[in-house]
């Protein structure tokens, strides 16, 4: 994989986001998992990978208007 400055550079072609064409369960999750959550803030997220992992540090917001 190509490296600019010691960082990755993105290749899709073998990141974790999809498995046999479709999108991986955990991106499906996390998804998932952000329209539920409707208003809030996902401070840390753990990607081993290129697969998201776990969600460290979740706020949600509630809105009174």
Excluded: N
């Excluded at 996902?42 to 998201?52: A, H, N, S, T, Y």
């Amino acid at each position: 994989m190509a490296e600019i400055a010691g960082a990755k550079v993105f290749d899709p072609r073998t990141s974790g986001l999809r498995v046999r064409g479709e999108l991986h369960p955990a991106w499906a999750r996390l998804m998932q998992f952000c329209a539920e959550l409707g208003h809030g803030e996902i401070e840390k997220l753990k990607i081993q990978d290129g697969v998201p992992v776990i969600a460290d540090v979740v706020r949600e917001k509630v809105k009174f208007t």
